[in-house]
């Protein structure tokens, strides 16, 4: 930092309008984008609300899970999804599900009937059952495949064998586990939990690395990008950090929402960070900057937000009612952002 001569005036920040600029350029790119491209689409997919979609890794099918202990596939066609099928078999609630990391025909459901299920696209059917202790409420699979990880209500983890399919480890915590995750280098594994901390462990020993005051509140989701640069938590503060993983230090926050942070989603090259709640309108903020992309209008607060793996499309689902008037019925409608206006 120059020292100034008092009375000088300061110079013009050069810096700043720098970084900006550089950052600006895929801002506008994609601003255009979605000035030609914002049009919502809802698809029919359950008989109660959806609380989870995802994407296979391909980007070809998109699974829901719901209320209605289903879970549906659609397939991406141009501009539209089209149901596939649904799978049953759950005794209770769908609350997550997964797709293997590199395989797009297989994906995991956790649910509340103490079971996970892994299903295959190609047979449509259930491949394996694997009975838990509790109430499983998430669920992620390794990046490296290999194992399947699911919470429950209990504050249980389970480390199940994605081939074998048993329990490889299980680990009680004694604080109340929200959304887990490996990183993406597969050797670390992180909760985010009630106090507003993440807990990170060493994978696979399960030893653990450090605890992160992230939050003030409850810590409830967590999303690593797929570069591997930064991982994201959103809490019950209405904040989203974002993290660098190398060094475990918050970037900067992004604090356009007014109510606790249900659900996060990267883009598929890492430069969009959409994040939603009981807020109606789902936030779309550049990573390298946290400016505002763009906002996604929503008539009810949003349980999910998916990325496309391939393209600027994003899939999400609200706490929609049917009808205008009889508003008891829940929709269950999965719905596409990111069409062309005109399709």
Not at 52 to 70: E, I, M, N, P
Not at 91 to 115: E, I, M, R, Y
Not at 327 to 332: D, Q
């Amino acid at each position: 930092v120059t020292l100034l001569p008092t009375g000088d005036q300061p110079p013009p920040l050069t810096h700043h309008v720098t970084v900006s600029t550089m950052a600006s350029q895929y801002y506008q790119e994609m601003q255009e984008s979605f000035k030609n491209n914002n049009k919502s689409r809802e698809f029919p997919a359950h008989t109660a609300k959806v609380h989870s979609v995802a994407w296979s890794c391909d980007g070809r099918r998109l699974a829901s899970g719901s209320f209605d202990k289903t879970a549906s596939v659609f397939v991406l066609e141009k501009d539209r999804l089209v149901k596939e099928n649904n799978y049953r078999g759950h005794g209770d609630s769908v609350d997550q599900l997964c797709w293997h990391p590199t395989n797009p025909d297989l994906f995991v459901t956790a649910s509340g009937d103490k079971t996970i299920r892994i299903w295959d696209v190609r047979t449509t059917k259930c491949i394996a059952t694997v009975n838990t202790k509790g109430e499983n409420i998430n669920i992620c699979w390794s990046p490296d495949g290999q194992t399947i990880a699911v919470g429950n209500k209990d504050d249980v983890v389970t480390f199940i064998d994605a081939k074998t399919h048993r329990s490889r480890a299980e680990e009680q915590f004694k604080f109340e586990v929200n959304e887990i995750s490996w990183n993406n280098d597969n050797d670390m594994f992180f909760l985010t939990n009630g106090n507003g901390c993440i807990n990170i462990l060493s994978y696979p020993e399960l030893k653990p690395i450090q605890s992160i005051n992230a939050h003030p509140s409850n810590c409830i989701c967590i999303k690593f990008d797929p570069t591997g640069k930064y991982f994201a938590t959103g809490s019950a503060d209405a904040l989203v950090s974002l993290w660098d993983v190398e060094e475990l230090v918050c970037v900067r926050c992004f604090s356009r929402l007014d109510w606790p942070v249900r659900t996060l989603s990267f883009s598929h090259d890492g430069k969009m960070l959409a994040s939603a709640s009981e807020d109606h309108f789902i936030d779309i903020a550049e990573v390298e900057t946290g400016e505002k992309l763009w906002e996604v209008q929503c008539d009810s607060p949003t349980f999910t937000v998916a990325w496309h793996p391939k393209r600027p499309l994003l899939a999400y689902a609200c706490d929609d009612k049917e009808g205008k008037y009889d508003n008891n019925r829940e929709a269950g409608t999965v719905k596409l952002f990111g069409l062309p206006n005109d399709s």
